[in-house]
């Protein structure tokens, strides 16, 4: 025990602050690591004067070093007991309140003696205190907040009148007569309270992580969207580009056209005026020479056949008639190049007021039902346990043993109480539905087995189509045979208990890649969200357990 006591202090070098290395004894009694003390007076060679440097003592001539043995023994056996590294007290550590020089790192509280201890320390905390134990806890440096400031003593009551920690003079004094239990008590009554949140968050933090991933979905399928309208937009505007340029060609070799065969009519006519020209001249200047004649006889016989003109280009041709100006079609042009760029600014902005339109999910029921189609059952697909009623809008579930006379048809559900619709869904879509017992809402691809395998058929429970379950106890959403229980229950409004009965609404959007299930009353209340990419047309589907049945609401129900 009196080694545990030493303190690893009392036989630091001064020069070093470092445990001792091959001690020496100066003239004063001091003791130093002998390179420690060698190097430092060393430095003072040049004085003659060698001091000593914890109490300053100065000697002359330089004195010799003596090897302090009993003090190196010491230190040796102190080196083998000494702590580790990790024992002295770093950042954040909680300090031992009884150690001198470097704090060592506390282990222990002591809640009576307001102090913390190290492992040595500690053990003679308690072997002073072995008769009288005392209540220890965690080395914390949080002990002051665990004493009552106005009786000094430990905070170990809880008062749930004033929701606050008091010691046991406190419950006999300002808070006596309140509602009061132990520390440990309160912490177990919270601990169960504790696990119940860590619950609610687990459940909060799944239904987020869900809502990321499909808010990661929902962007992936955003961006893959607007790329793919742009790559057809571009394609678009290149074809149009290409027709109208193809037009451009046309409209110039047909103004080429026209203008070849004008000119090559108007030449003719103008070679013919010029040879007509000429003979008027060559006959012009033998009239001239004939004028000046003196003969008579030579005169009136010349003059009768110099008389008569020569043979005329055809007067009734007008030689004009086909130069024709052009500046009319390029007027006409120009008016077309308005009327296209007008024409194309006004449909893209039809277009992009249609998109964001589209874009934007309804609210109110009255919003969804701009949506709502007339859904009409297939019956080449009904189950053969499935009785449909009141203009095959009621679907309801028969005895196995009572058959629908249905004749044999391949699209018909041989093993699934399961039903299709005829119509795809085309666009944004809505209906609703009435349920009772145990039932299933689906969209499906029209390529779902129909026979064969039993989960190759069942809406839900393969890559071909996507389920709603309701039921008095539960929601859940199924695909390709991954169900997911979801956090809200078919409750009833009024009374605030599970209903096994209710209205639900359908709202699918194929290229925002979405698909909603409402609960459907005085106001619509979001269930549940798919967000997936629809790569073929969807069918609504509705599959019937036993005891159940389910309608197809009107719009005006």
Not at 26 to 44: A, L, M, N, V, Y
Not at 64 to 81: C, D, F, G, Q
Not at 136 to 145: H, P, V, W
């Amino acid at each position: 025990m009196a080694e545990a006591r030493i303190s690893q202090d009392e036989f630091q070098c001064s020069v070093c602050l470092d445990l001792l290395k091959d001690p020496v004894t100066i003239p004063c009694g001091h003791s130093f690591c002998k390179i420690c003390i060698t190097g430092r007076w060393d430095q003072e060679d040049e004085k003659r004067v060698y001091s000593c440097p914890q109490c300053r003592q100065t000697f002359s001539p330089r004195p010799a070093l003596t090897k302090n043995t009993m003090l190196a023994e010491v230190v040796e056996k102190l080196k083998k007991t000494k702590l580790p590294d990790d024992c002295n007290a770093g950042a954040g550590d909680v300090q031992c309140d009884v150690c001198d020089g470097r704090k060592r790192k506390a282990i222990k509280s002591c809640l009576e003696c307001l102090n913390s201890y190290c492992e040595n320390h500690l053990e003679q905390h308690e072997s002073f205190f072995k008769r009288k134990r005392h209540n220890l806890t965690d080395a914390t440096g949080r002990l002051q907040e665990m004493i009552c400031q106005t009786h000094d003593k430990l905070l170990e009551v809880f008062c749930r009148t004033d929701q606050k920690f008091i010691c046991v003079l406190c419950t006999m004094d300002e808070h006596k007569n309140h509602d009061t239990v132990s520390a440990a008590a309160q912490r177990t009554e919270n601990q169960k309270q504790l696990k119940e949140t860590q619950r609610s968050f687990q459940q909060r933090i799944q239904q987020r992580e869900k809502d990321l991933q499909r808010l990661r979905e929902a962007v992936a399928s955003h961006k893959r969207s607007a790329q793919t309208a742009v790559e057809d937009s571009e394609r678009t505007f290149t074809e149009l580009i290409r027709s109208i340029e193809r037009i451009c060609s046309e409209a110039t070799q047909r103004i080429r056209d026209q203008e070849k065969t004008a000119v090559s009519r108007a030449e003719g006519q103008l070679e013919r005026l010029e040879q007509e020209i000429n003979d008027l001249r060559r006959r012009n200047a033998e009239l001239e020479q004939l004028s000046h004649t003196q003969d008579h006889i030579q005169f009136l016989q010349s003059f009768q056949s110099l008389s008569a003109p020569p043979e005329s280009t055809d007067v009734n041709d007008n030689p004009f008639s086909s130069l024709f100006s052009f500046d009319g079609v390029r007027e006409y042009v120009l008016q077309l190049r308005d009327k296209l760029e007008n024409f194309c600014k006004e449909e893209l902005k039809k277009i992009f007021d249609r998109v964001i339109l589209t874009n934007i999910v309804p609210k109110t029921r009255n919003d969804f039902l701009q949506y709502s189609h007339q859904l009409n059952l297939d019956l080449n697909t009904a189950h053969k346990n499935l009785h449909l009623s009141e203009r095959n809008r009621v679907i309801k579930f028969t005895d196995t043993s009572i058959v629908q006379p249905y004749p044999d048809h391949p699209d018909r559900f041989d093993d699934v109480s399961q039903v299709l619709c005829r119509e795809s869904v085309c666009g944004r879509c809505y209906w609703e539905i009435e349920w009772h017992g145990y039932v299933c809402i689906a969209v499906s691809y029209k390529s779902i087995s129909r026979k064969g395998r039993y989960n190759k058929c069942r809406f839900g429970f393969n890559d071909q189509s996507w389920s709603f379950f309701c039921s008095s106890s539960r929601y859940s959403i199924r695909h390709n045979d991954i169900e997911t229980e979801l956090p809200v229950k078919p409750i009833s409004r009024r009374t605030g208990v599970c209903v096994d009965h209710g209205r639900i609404g359908v709202y699918v959007d194929p290229s925002a890649g979405t698909l909603s299930f409402y609960s459907v009353s005085d106001t619509m209340s979001l269930i549940h969200t798919v967000q997936t990419t629809f790569t073929q047309p969807l069918y609504p589907g509705f599959r019937v357990f036993s005891k159940s049945s389910m309608k197809l609401v009107d719009e005006s129900e």
